[in-house]
């Protein structure tokens, strides 16, 4: 992935409020780690990564609704608009993003790309096949009302921890 398109996904997620943390693959249990408010909830991370020791995988209802952070993988993030791609599965993944407060979300920098074109072409065949995807970006928001009102809908925060390809 060219430096140009992670500085755009960085400065795109920043600018909507999220958080983007770089991180070497062998470092991503601390780095999450470091991001979490107790108790946290996750679903499976990109092949060859862990969560962090702690976290409840599966989550029964009460433990995620007693969740202050949850933690995803991300399929993609699209740069133009700092937005991680998730997958709505029988994981739990949207839930897992949506109910707790803090949401962190991990996506490997090979899997950015430019914009929402390269997105669909890598996306494509999955959606015309019946897959559901999230594009989340920031945390959630509503001026519904008047005025801006953060975590409505959604979490209040977002952590984007972004896996540095091995041969960085």
């Known amino acids: 992935m060219s430096s140009d ?3 755009a996904f960085v400065a795109g997620a920043e600018d909507h409020h999220a958080s983007v943390h770089p991180s070497a693959p062998d470092a991503v249990p601390g780095t999450v780690a470091d991001l979490i408010d107790p108790p946290a ?3 499976r991370l990109p092949d060859g990564l862990d969560l962090p020791e702690g976290v ?3 989550p029964t209802p009460a433990e995620l609704d007693a969740a202050n952070t949850g933690i995803t993988a991300a399929r993609l993030a699209i740069a133009d608009y700092g937005t991680v791609v998730l997958e709505s599965d029988a994981a739990g993944s949207e839930a897992v993003s949506l109910f707790p407060e803090r949401h962190v979300a991990v996506v490997r920098a090979g899997d950015v ?3 929402m074109r ?3 072409g890598r996306l494509g065949d999955r959606l015309r096949d019946g897959a559901s995807e999230v594009l989340a970006t920031g945390p959630s928001a509503t001026a519904d009302m008047g005025d801006l009102v953060i975590g409505a809908h959604g979490p209040r925060e977002v952590e984007i921890v972004l896996v540095e390809d091995s041969d960085e």
């Open 5 to 7: 398109t992670l500085s």
């Open 41 to 43: 909830v996750g679903v």
């Open 56 to 58: 409840a995988t599966d």
């Open 113 to 115: 790309v430019p914009g």
């Open 118 to 120: 390269e997105a669909i």
